[in-house]
Every structure is written in C-alpha cells, then in structure tokens.
C-alpha cells in the first residue's frame, strides 16, 4: 500500500499531461499547477520508481521505456477511476457532458444521422458535437486532443489512443454511369486508364491505393488531388474524373442513378477503426457515445445500408 501511494490519481495525471503536452511548461498550462511545482512532482515519481521517466532537451520532455510503460498503465489507472466514478454517478443520473466525435465523410453520410438519432433518444444529456473530415484529419485531432473518439482507416493504437477495427469494406472505382466499363468489377491493370481525383498523400488510403497500385504492376493516373469530400463527388458527376472510394461514399448517388461503382479486383480492403482517446475512455459520457457508434455501425451493416463487413 505504501508503494501505491506514490503512483496516486493526482500524479498520474500529472505525468500523462507531461506526456501528451511534450512540455513541462504546457502541461503546468493544461493543469493550472505552477511550473517548479510541477518539475518537482515529475522528480518525486522518478524517484520513488527508481528509474528516468522523462528524456529533456531544448524541444520538450518524451518518455523513456520505463515512462511509455508507465505512461500506458496510468492511462488504465486514470480510466478505471474515472469510470468507478461515473458509473457510481451515472447509478443515480443519467451521463451527461459533451461528447466529441469524429467520422469520415464517407462514413458520415450513413452513420450521422442515425447515430444522432440514438445519442438523442437513449442519453438526451449527453451534448454532441459530430465532425466530419478526412481520416488523417480526424487522426491528428484525436492526438491533439480535440477528439474524444473517432472512426479512422487502419490505424494501430499508440500511447495515448486505443484504437480497435469494427468493420471493414472494399474500395470501389466510382465514376458516372455511362462512362463505366460493364461488369461489377474492375481490374487494377487498368486503373491507368481513369483519370483520377483523389485524395492528398498526406491521407493514409491515398497512400495504400498508390502502393496497391504499383504491386499490381500499374500507377494510378492521379490528375487532380482535393481534400473536401463534398467537392470530390460533384467532381465525379461532372463525368471528367473517376475516383477509388468505398460505397457508402456514394450510397445515395448510387441509389440515385447520378454515379456508378465497381469493385477493384483484386480487392483493396480497408479496416474501420474505432479510436478513442485513451484519457477520456473512462468518462461514462464517451463509453455510452462509443457504444452508440458500434451498435449503430453493425445494425447499419446487418440490414444493408452500409456495405461492409463487422470485424
């Protein structure tokens, strides 16, 4: 119990601040802690563990082995506590707080709607602020913390997010009708052929198609790269630019006649990953949205709205 008492609530706290914020200086910011007082805390834990924690120099503070260690174990300290607390609080009132999360806009324009829908219905206390974006976008806000959760496209969990696949779908040549080859597929070999609009580099998925296109011995014929999702599909209706994105993307399109889908063959899948902010995953609040994501996304998926396959 006496070692415990040096790896108490408030210190981990603490240390994941330093962490996230890559500086002494900013965490005291975040915290509201005097800066010596809060080098002095960063000492006192290195001292009591009996190992360097912190790596300084002229650019901020990052973890050592034994601090990403520990840094990972007080993410689960920190979350198990906050979640005691809100389950204990929720036992007598229902989760309330603000909730943000972030969805792809191809995921969006099936997902929204619906999933407001539930968080509106079933926690009317719960405020939610829904932003739509690119995956990497959504990504590197999640890391800055201006996401609690997030669907994003293949990623692997870090330090400070966990991140877990909950469905996954094929990427489909997407173009207007009449300019459309038959047949339900489409082969990478003659991807060459389209001239495509396509997503930045920056953007993990440009990045996989780029390589899955050169493994089949081709390149993709990129002429136009555009990062606003809504300009990309009246792009595509202009009937001048083809693009490799997943159905859904489309759905209504599709559904609408305005625009046509095939399959890459061989198929080019990618993994939907729900991520969260490992710091706010004890907030009863943010476990309650998560679990509306999923239960949403696979009753999506189970009737056939979405097409994608649960993980």
Known sequence: MQ????????????????????????????????????????????????TKLLERDIRGVTPTPSGAELLARAYDIVGRAQAAFGDIQASAHEPQGEVSIGLPASAAAVLALPLIARLSQDYPRIRLRLVDGFSGYLWSWLLAGELDLALVFDRSSTSGVHSAPIAHEDMHLVGVPERMKAGRTVSVSTLADYPLAMSSRRHGIRSALDDYAVRHGTALNV?????AGTYLIQLLKTGAWFSLLAPCAVARDVREGTLATRRLSPTFTRS????QRRAVMGDTAVRRAADSL???ARGLIDDKTWDARPA
């Open 3 to 50: 070692n415990a008492r040096q790896l108490d609530i408030p210190r981990l706290i603490a240390f994941i601040a330093v962490c996230e914020e890559g500086s002494i200086s900013a965490a005291s910011r975040r915290l509201h802690i005097a800066q010596p007082a809060l080098t002095v805390t960063m000492a006192k834990l290195e001292s009591a563990l009996g």
């Open 223 to 227: 002429g136009i790269e555009i990062d």
């Open 272 to 275: 939907i990953c729900l991520a």
């Open 294 to 296: 999923r239960q949403v």
